[in-house]
């Protein structure tokens, strides 16, 4: 069985400042993890993924996620948050034919 | 390119009603899959196709039955509406291999009164 854990359901940081969302997983294999952003009345977007090699991973919009195995987390940064940014952000894990997604967390960007 | 897309957009039923949702995508990608997202619930599989001709049940799939029509198409039935089924309906895509990214489309928010 495979799992994602998105402790946070809300994250609040001011315009300019750096922000985190945090991500935990849980699968038997290779992890493939994923984040992705959604606007109001949206579907999903992809910004980034992780398969293997570098733990730092670059994504679209100046997003990058941190892959970590021992602590078994995949944490999505980026260093100055703009108000556009505010959305809701999902993790999603995939060891298998079917991605499963976390929760979401709603980043709230203040300027 | 559409992408992946889903009609209607927004539906209103009365409890009982059946109906369809629609989903094309234009990727040539192999797997399909149908979620619901609820407030506090983030996404839930209701049913996925794996490949064309293929199908299985997700984590909710009561209520709903699935056809994999042609490798392009993968509708959902809601045979006998229920309040319970109001919600925001996801159809999304890709390719088989285990770290491809899945795309969405914008989602049918469907009503059950």
């Known amino acids: 069985a495979q799992s994602v854990a998105q402790p946070e359901d809300q994250v609040n940081v001011a315009e300019g400042n750096p922000l985190t969302v945090k991500c935990t997983y849980s699968v038997s294999g290779n992890p493939y993890l994923f984040w992705y952003v959604q606007y109001p009345n949206r579907g999903l977007q992809f910004l980034l993924k992780?398969?293997?090699?570098?733990?730092l991973v670059k994504g679209s919009y100046g997003f990058e996620a941190e892959f970590n195995k021992s602590q078994t987390s995949f944490h999505l940064k980026k260093p100055s948050a703009l108000v556009s940014d505010s959305a809701l952000y999902f993790c999603a894990v995939r060891g298998s034919y079917i991605p499963t997604f976390g929760r979401g967390t709603s980043l709230i960007v203040h300027p | 390119n559409a992408g992946v897309t889903q009609t209607p957009k927004f539906q209103v039923l009365k409890t009982g009603q059946s109906m369809t949702l629609q989903c094309a995508q234009d990727?040539?990608?192999?797997?399909m899959y149908w979620y619901r997202q609820d407030p506090g619930m983030g996404l839930r599989l209701i049913y996925y196709?794996?490949?064309?001709?293929?199908?299985d049940k997700g984590e909710v799939p009561n209520g709903y039955n699935v056809s994999r029509l042609n490798k392009r198409e993968f509708s959902l039935r809601l045979e006998s509406a229920a309040p319970s089924q109001t919600s925001v309906y996801f159809c999304?895509?890709?390719?088989?291999?285990?770290?491809?990214?899945?795309?969405f489309g914008q989602g049918t928010r469907l009503t059950v009164v």
């Open positions: 999304a895509s890709s390719e088989l291999g285990f770290g491809t990214e899945a795309f």
């Open positions: 196709s794996a490949s064309e001709g293929t199908t």
């Open positions: 992780y398969i293997t090699g570098d733990n």
């Open positions: 990727m040539n990608h192999n797997s």
